[in-house]
């Protein structure tokens, strides 16, 4: 049985502190991997909690890839193979976790919008009003004001668990424009991985800047190692807490394997790209991957487009430290892209919490409509042949539905029924590798983001025709 003294929890919630302890004993090698952890029931009579508490810690384990749920059998710590001990600190894990709870240029819900608009309306006019003159029209430097890089520093401390020097972050005009810069550090002989299915634009990217790009498939825990390795690239661009399309998360042991990769060859990096990761609707955030890189081979990158707007094209990246260097050397002659006005004002959405709290509200509000979509699709005759994929995850879900009509069948029918295109993509034009052979068996699987909902779009949705066999 597993001993902890619940009592030592402090300010930690008591699932949180429960998660932390079983996550830190398998980590360190004290529940073996393919151990069975207690039932929830008995673990919670053990440590004198509510089972409510075991099942939301062993829930966190679970998405995080800790632990394996068995149907009829339990609970098992995972294998974690080529880990390295890395662990954050309970002080930043703390910090993580209290802050609660596509990439395809979608729209987001007109409340989000409007709430967006508000709150970066308000912090032009008091930037402009109340800032220092010579810090707001000033030019800015070529990796953003430090103001700026202060604040995310310490967003990301308390959002993400990571502790990061502001002279290693870079601002830029959005993400494309970072991963422009990305592939010019990378030199011309790079060649960079991209999971397939993914985001075709970052293919483009990486191609339109002369860089040789491999695709590698999925499995159930992430990037296939095998595929990486025979890939032949230097560079992995991921998504490791909600990949896009899929919305797979990368399990821990996977990510162990990715940072070995990385570490075995002088040269290899990874980029991490935590384009929503604010938006996971049920559980503790997903610890960025970043948070267990002891050998400084993870390049950070996120933006501000999901939760303010893609609009504003305001993205950062956070370099190791061998990378810094060599873009002071090579690429600090760029004049900043952004704006040093929008800078302090974003700076000020930061500093102050108002950031913190609209994204609260717009993650409810997703979550809101994500429950009412599901529950919207329970209800209907057909309910068994549909059925929702990491609806927790982040922005967006992935609809499976067993029906003879193919995907873009689907998709013309739900556009003539009235729904925006963006509200039901056929994941099948997210993949590079084109499946062969009769798939009028497969079932069919569609990208619905939550940011494109709103009631009527959910009715349209709920009632739409996928079993018809064909429209010709």
Known sequence: MLNYDMAAHGSESLYGY???????????????AGSRLPSKRSLAEHLGVSVATVEGAYGQLVAEGYVSARARSGYYACDLPGMVAHVASPQVDAAVHASGDSQTDLSRPAGASLD???????????????????????????????????????????????????????????????????A????????????????????????????????????????????????????????????????????????????????????????????DCE????????????????????????????????????????LPEELMERYSRELGFYSSTVSSVQQVALARILEGGDYERHVARVRKRCRDLRDELVGALRA????????????????????????????EEIAV??????????????????????????????????????DALDPNRIAILASLAFDEPSLK
């Open 380 to 407: 209907r005759p057909d309910a068994g042949r549909i059925g929702v994929e990491q609806a927790d995850a982040g922005l967006h879900l992935v609809l499976r539905v067993d029906t003879k009509a193919s995907e």
């Open 18 to 32: 429960l998660y932390q302890r079983i996550r830190d004993d398998i980590v360190e090698g004290e529940i073996a």
């Open 279 to 318: 938006f996971r609707l049920a559980g503790r955030p997903v610890p960025a991957l970043a948070s267990i890189d002891a050998d400084g081979r993870v390049i950070y990158t996120n933006t501000f487009s999901k939760s303010l707007g893609a609009a504003l094209r305001l993205a950062y990246m956070v």
């Open 413 to 450: 029918r739900a556009v003539a029924a009235g729904l925006p295109e963006a509200c039901l993509v056929p994941l099948s034009r997210c993949a590079f590798e084109r499946a062969g052979g009769d798939r009028s068996g497969a079932a069919r699987r569609f990208v619905v983001p939550y």
């Open 116 to 182: 967006a608009a508000r709150l970066w309306s308000r912090a032009l006019r008091q930037t402009l009003t109340c800032e220092p003159e010579e810090e707001v029209f000033c030019p800015a430097p070529a990796q953003g004001t430090l103001r700026l890089r202060r604040a995310i520093a310490a967003h990301l401390r308390q959002t993400r668990g990571l502790v990061v020097d502001p002279a290693r972050i870079v601002v830029g005009a959005g993400a494309q424009m970072l991963d422009v810069m990305i």
């Open 184 to 275: 010019q550090l990378m030199g011309q002989a790079s060649v960079f991985a991209l999971k397939d299915p993914g985001y075709v634009r970052l293919t483009r990217i990486y191609e339109a800047c002369g860089r040789g790009v491999r695709h590698v498939p999925l499995d159930g825990w992430g990037v296939q190692m095998a595929g990486l390795e025979a890939s032949g690239a230097n560079v992995l661009h991921l998504m490791p807490s909600h990949q896009f399309p899929t919305g797979l998360v990368t399990s821990i042991s996977r990510r162990y394997e990715l940072m070995g990769w990385a570490s075995a060859q002088e040269g290899r990096w990874l980029v991490e790209d935590d384009y």
